[in-house]
């Protein structure tokens, strides 16, 4: 009989902790998953462990993500601002782990980049990058991925305005694109739910 986990969550949590040791400032099983939480000091150090440990053996770094806590769940937040994600899979052991560390600097966010340990995070670095403002130190291209090269701001980050900064429209005298002040008016759309009479087939 197939079990739902392929590794228990909780024997995985044994493992992770025993070979990450002081470097862990939280470890925790909810919902089937383990989620580790280092220092941003420890975390080039952690994630490299968790690589090459023979017990977590996780050879491919599926996500990586920042996350925005200034408001989370709508609430006052006392923390640090900004997280960098990792979710981590093992192949040989068919085994996951998420790997948070919180950056030290609200104003400045810099983390050490992890590109030299799964190259896959090339791209996502540059997506933190871009959307929340994170540095990654050591990354070898460092650009914005997916906005444009004269984008203010980094839109992801809880207080970017919602129409952001500027808009963009092709100027035909100037014959290019120009950035101006944001001319769309702040609206809010109340969903209208229409159905027809018999809609889904007749009443029975």
Not at 20 to 31: E, P, R, Y
Not at 34 to 58: E, G, H, S, W
Not at 100 to 127: G, H, Q, T, Y
Request: charge should be negative; glycine fraction near 6%.
């Amino acid at each position: 009989m197939m079990t739902v986990y392929a590794v228990n969550p909780h024997t995985l949590k044994s493992q992770v902790d025993a070979a990450l040791g002081d470097l862990i400032k939280s470890s925790a099983v909810a919902l089937g998953e383990l989620t580790v939480v280092v220092d941003a000091a420890n975390y080039f150090q952690a994630a490299k462990i968790l690589r090459d440990d023979p017990a977590c053996c996780f050879e491919q770094m599926v996500d990586l993500c920042g996350v925005d806590y200034s408001t989370y769940k709508n609430q006052a937040w006392s923390g640090l601002r900004f997280c960098v994600v990792l979710h981590l899979l093992s192949v040989s052991l068919n085994q996951r782990v998420r790997l948070k560390a919180f950056v030290p600097d609200d104003l400045a966010p810099v983390m050490p980049s992890i590109c030299s340990l799964w190259s896959s995070a090339n791209w996502f670095e540059r997506e933190a990058f871009d959307l929340f403002g994170i540095v990654f130190e050591g990354h070898d291209d460092l650009r914005r991925i997916l906005t444009d090269y004269g984008f203010i701001g980094h839109p992801f980050r809880k207080d970017f305005p919602m129409l952001g900064n500027v808009e963009m429209r092709y100027d035909a005298e100037q014959k290019r694109v120009v950035y101006q002040p944001v001319t769309i008016e702040p609206r809010e759309i109340t969903p209208r739910i229409i159905r027809e009479e018999n809609y889904g087939g007749s009443a029975s």
